[in-house]
């Protein structure tokens, strides 16, 4: 019975464990995508879609 107990605490101490390690992960995802929104990073959504649609001017000219 006593080892029972003790395997259980272990399975709970690494269930925290994992859920502390999670939750910094993902708070350290939110702290870049709000970093990324205040320093204009999703300014600009339409231009990088559609430049690759128009076709970049050739200079034929020699000098």
Do not use: C, Y
Not at 16 to 39: D, M, Q
């Amino acid at each position: 019975m006593k080892l029972q107990k003790t395997n259980n605490t272990i399975a709970m101490g690494v269930i925290i464990l994992l859920l502390g390690a999670s939750l910094t992960v993902a708070l350290g995802f939110l702290a870049a995508f709000i970093w990324s929104v205040k320093h204009g990073q999703f300014e600009d959504d339409f231009s990088p879609a559609h430049r690759m649609l128009f076709e970049d001017k050739v200079d034929n000219s020699k000098d």
